[in-house]
């Protein structure tokens, strides 16, 4: 079992910066990769960044150039680093690891919400 923490989310204008936070506990020795996702409402959960075990990052179109996605392997920890944000960044944003057996997990999500 792992369980996920996040934080970071808030309001913010169009063009200023937020940084996610995601703590993992448990069993944090089997995470393969940590990421990113983002709801709206009526819509499915899309990818926003996934950083990987040995640091191999993937990024959604729209998340590159703008979001950088970091972890500190020692604390568990990943974050999601958001700048230039657009009105269209809103959305609860969700931490997911994935485990090596490829089970994964979901933190309660983080509302993130810019204003134009």
């Known amino acids: 079992q792992v369980q996920l923490v996040e934080s970071g989310g808030g309001t913010v204008q169009a063009g200023g910066s937020l940084e996610l936070s995601c703590v993992a506990s448990g069993r944090t020795f089997a995470v393969y990769v940590m990421g990113w996702y983002r709801q709206i409402p009526g819509q499915q959960r899309e990818l926003v960044a996934t950083?990987?075990?040995?640091?191999?990052?993937i990024y959604s179109d729209s998340a590159k150039d703008r979001f950088t996605i970091s972890r500190d392997g020692p604390k568990s920890t990943v974050y999601l680093q958001m700048n230039s944000l657009k009105p269209e960044d809103t959305g609860v944003y969700y931490c997911?690891?994935?485990?090596?057996?490829?089970?994964?997990?979901w933190g309660q999500g983080t509302q993130v919400t810019v204003s134009s």
């Open positions: 997911n690891v994935v485990m090596f057996g490829a089970k994964d997990y």
């Open positions: 950083i990987s075990r040995d640091d191999r990052t």
